[in-house]
């Protein structure tokens, strides 16, 4: 099946800072998204974005289909940015279409 | 628009005992998965229905796991009996159609000791 991989597993910065997370993948997708997992395990939707550059306030993702590759930019980080951020894929290959999710970005934002 | 509600938020059983979870999807949703969280991992699907009928349920252990999805709205994933190894989060997520953009709910949290 497709494999997904985000980088970095970890990440500490201060309030206020920027940062890049990464979603590699394998195969052509139909479908990526970008989730935030808050402390208490709600995944929270952030971007539907199988290609192109969307923005959200202090959010935005950039997929490159052709390269098989996703960034979620965050700016400006606050305390509340703070948990596990998944990408999710679902392969081009038709019929079923379960997300197949990455292992996350772990982010912690200090004040 | 009411999210995807699932219950219970959380379960404690010990092993051996069975344990069932209950899905509300977005309204109009036709299709509706769930996923199996542990701890430290992404979610992975466990079935997924398009109405009432079922898509994929590859990844269900059908040996002690059943998923219904009756009159194509409610969900409810059984767990019979349970194992050490089920302890985790089940997530039901639904879309509009088939390849949209999945929604989830708040997720139960098994524990079987």
């Known amino acids: 099946g497709i494999q997904v991989e985000q980088s970095p597993p970890d990440l500490i910065l201060q309030e206020g800072a920027n940062s890049t997370l990464r979603c590699n993948f394998s195969?052509?997708?139909?479908?990526l998204q970008w989730f935030h997992q808050n402390p208490w395990g709600q995944l929270i939707n952030l971007f539907y974005?199988?290609?192109g550059t969307k923005q959200n306030g202090r959010l935005s993702a950039t997929t490159v289909a052709t390269e098989r590759y996703s960034l979620l930019y965050i700016s400006s980080s606050q305390t509340t940015d703070s948990g596990v951020y998944f990408c999710?894929?679902?392969?081009?290959?038709?019929?079923?279409?379960?997300?197949?999710f990455g292992k996350g970005t772990h982010l912690i934002i200090q004040p | 628009e009411a999210g995807v509600a699932q219950s219970p938020r959380y379960k404690i059983i010990e092993k051996r005992q069975s344990v069932a979870f209950w899905c509300n999807p977005i309204?109009?949703?036709?299709?509706l998965y769930w996923y199996q969280q542990i701890l430290g991992q992404g979610p992975k699907l466990l079935i997924q229905?398009?109405?009432?009928?079922?898509?994929?349920d590859s990844q269900l252990p059908k040996d002690r796991f059943s998923a219904e999805r009756l009159k194509g709205v409610d969900s409810t994933l059984k767990i019979q009996p349970a194992k050490l190894e089920d302890s985790a989060v089940y997530l039901c997520?639904?879309?509009?159609?088939?390849?949209?953009?999945?929604?989830f709910g708040p997720g139960t949290r098994l524990t079987v000791t």
């Open positions: 997520a639904s879309s509009f159609d088939l390849s949209y953009e999945q929604y």
């Open positions: 229905f398009q109405n009432n009928g079922v898509v994929d």
């Open positions: 309204s109009g949703h036709a299709t």
């Open positions: 974005i199988p290609s």
């Open positions: 195969d052509s997708v139909n479908n």
């Open positions: 999710a894929v679902l392969n081009s290959g038709g019929g079923a279409d379960g997300l197949t």
